[in-house]
T-cell receptor, first 112, second 118 residues
Framework: AQSVSQHNHHVILSEAASLELGCNYS??????LFWYVQYPGQHLQLLLK??????LVKGIKGFEAEFIKSKFSFNLRKPSVQWSDTAEYFC??????????FGKGTRLSVIA | GAVVSQHPSWVICKSGTSVKIECRSL??????MFWYRQFPKQSLMLMAT?????????EQGVEKDKFLINHASLTLSTLTVTSAHPEDSSFYIC??????????????FGPGTRLTVT
């Protein structure tokens, strides 16, 4: 079964700093990859997704992610974070036929 | 589009009682819905896959007699926590796949239901 690793448990950045959150999945073949964000007290929202084509995917709120097949990675990036980006970020991939498997999540705290 | 709702958003119940949580896809049809559980500061753990018109598929370690799932229509799945205990207190999240989504695996998530068992 597919599994997802997010190596950063808690990241603390100052506003305007650049962000990169790591995500690795366990095996290759055709993959669909997702990043979700959960703001404090709110539900999961889709940030971006990769199905095929350009491995550099643009998402909402200035986020992007790059699919690197050789590294089994799908890292999330943002060039300049804002205080409002404080949230929990989850990488997810489908396992088998349907359900999404989530990484443990990375908590991002942005300080002024 | 692609909105999933859950009801209630927050419920407190006494130990030993049962609680039903509804998950609805508001503007699309979903043959498959998923139920996740999220403990504080942890990730989402898949509990079961709910298939319209058939029995749910439960993940290993999830008691099917305790967590009853009914997917009665293409827009509604329910999760009933029977004989609730304090350790069942958690955040329950449902998601749904659009029947028109083809081979994509994108899921749309509900806002979650916070269950507190006293």
């Amino acid at each position: 079964a597919q599994s997802v690793s997010q190596h950063n448990h808690h990241v603390i950045l100052s506003e305007a700093a650049s962000l990169e959150l790591g995500c690795n999945y366990s095996y290759g073949g055709t993959v669909n990859l997702f990043w979700y964000v959960q703001y404090p007290g709110q539900h999961l929202q889709l940030l971006l997704k990769y199905f095929s084509g350009d491995p550099l995917v643009k998402g909402i709120k200035g986020f992007e992610a790059e699919f690197i097949k050789s590294k089994f990675s799908f890292n999330l990036r943002k060039p300049s974070v804002q205080w409002s980006d404080t949230a929990e970020y989850f990488c997810a991939v489908p396992s088998g036929n349907t359900p999404l498997v989530f990484g443990k999540g990375t908590r991002l705290s942005v300080i002024a | 589009g692609a909105v999933v709702s859950q009801h209630p958003s927050w419920v407190i119940c006494k130990s030993g009682t049962s609680v039903k949580i509804e998950c609805r896809s508001l503007d699309f049809q979903a043959t498959t819905m998923f139920w996740y559980r999220q403990f504080p500061k942890q990730s989402l753990m898949l509990m079961a896959t709910s298939n319209e018109g058939s029995k749910a598929t439960y993940e290993q370690g999830v008691e099917k007699d305790k967590f009853l799932i009914n997917h009665a229509s293409l827009t509604l799945s329910t999760l009933t926590v029977t004989s609730a205990h304090p350790e069942d207190s958690s955040f329950y999240i449902c998601s749904a796949r659009d029947i028109a989504g083809g081979t994509t695996y994108e899921q749309y998530f509900g806002p979650g239901t916070r269950l507190t068992v006293t």
